[in-house]
């Protein structure tokens, strides 16, 4: 714990004016800072000899519907000399663009397409953009709070056609009259029958 506390105090040094916010948590260092500085960073946590997290784990985000500044980026570097993550956030807006680090970690390719198929979070450089996990005419992101839980379409394979179609989702429910008595007790109409 005392060499994580040393690490956070030399990448706040160095890094004074770049982090908003650091601490040391499930021993793992937390940085907060703002989008515009990501990637001098993410360049120092890479090539500085203190810090040396030189592999990129994972990119992800989170939805706050309710915030102004409604996503969170989060990024988790590992540095295997040191054996010690260090997790970078930042808040953003809905339509803002977030730099790539494609060019700095080329695995950043896959993750960063994620997240754009997932929230909707467009990065900016990236060299392919585009839809990794769900399909090419799906609708919507199916990460963020406010999407449905049932999607949009729903897709089946048609006995007819011989094909697999998509179709918008129907959610037809009767209306069901319940009777909220014991079961042990039985229900009125279910003794009326047996008695006749």
Same mark, same amino acid.
Request: charged share 30%.
């Given at each position: 714990?005392?060499?994580?506390?040393?690490?956070?105090?030399?990448?706040?040094?160095?890094?004074?004016?770049?982090?908003?916010?650091?601490?040391?948590?499930?021993?793992?260092?937390?940085?907060?800072?703002?989008?515009?500085?990501?990637?001098?960073?993410?360049?120092?946590?890479?090539?500085?000899?203190?810090?040396?997290?030189?592999?990129?784990?994972?990119?992800?985000?989170?939805?706050?519907?309710?915030?102004?500044?409604?996503?969170?980026?989060? %990024?988790?570097?590992?540095?295997? !000399?040191? +054996?010690? &993550?260090?997790?970078?956030?930042?808040?953003?807006? $809905? @339509?803002? *663009?977030?730099?790539?680090?494609?060019?700095?970690?080329?695995?950043?390719?896959?993750?960063?397409?994620?997240?754009?198929?997932?929230?909707?979070?467009?990065?900016?450089?990236?060299?392919?953009?585009?839809?990794?996990?769900?399909?090419?005419?799906?609708?919507?992101?199916?990460?963020?709070?406010?999407?449905?839980?049932?999607?949009?379409?729903?897709?089946?394979?048609?006995?007819?056609?011989?094909?697999?179609? %998509?179709?918008?989702?129907?959610? !037809?429910? +009767?209306? &069901?009259?319940?009777?909220?008595?014991?079961?042990? $007790? @039985?229900? *009125?109409?279910?003794?009326?029958?047996?008695?006749?």
């Amino acid at each position: 714990m005392e060499n994580l506390i040393n690490l956070e105090k030399k990448i706040n040094s160095e890094l004074t004016t770049k982090i908003n916010s650091s601490r040391v948590k499930h021993n793992q260092i937390y940085l907060s800072i703002d989008s515009n500085d990501i990637i001098d960073v993410i360049l120092f946590m890479k090539t500085n000899e203190n810090t040396k997290f030189r592999q990129l784990i994972d990119i992800t985000a989170v939805d706050f519907p309710e915030k102004e500044q409604r996503f969170r980026i989060v %990024y988790l570097l590992l540095s295997h !000399e040191f +054996n010690t &993550r260090v997790l970078i956030e930042f808040d953003i807006s $809905e @339509g803002e *663009k977030v730099p790539s680090l494609t060019k700095i970690f080329p695995s950043a390719n896959w993750m960063e397409r994620e997240v754009f198929d997932m929230y909707g979070i467009d990065f900016k450089d990236h060299p392919d953009l585009r839809r990794i996990l769900t399909d090419y005419g799906f609708e919507g992101y199916p990460l963020r709070k406010d999407f449905p839980i049932t999607g949009h379409n729903e897709v089946r394979y048609s006995e007819e056609s011989k094909k697999v179609i %998509y179709e918008p989702v129907k959610l !037809e429910q +009767n209306y &069901r009259n319940f009777d909220y008595e014991s079961p042990w $007790e @039985g229900t *009125k109409y279910i003794k009326n029958q047996t008695k006749e």
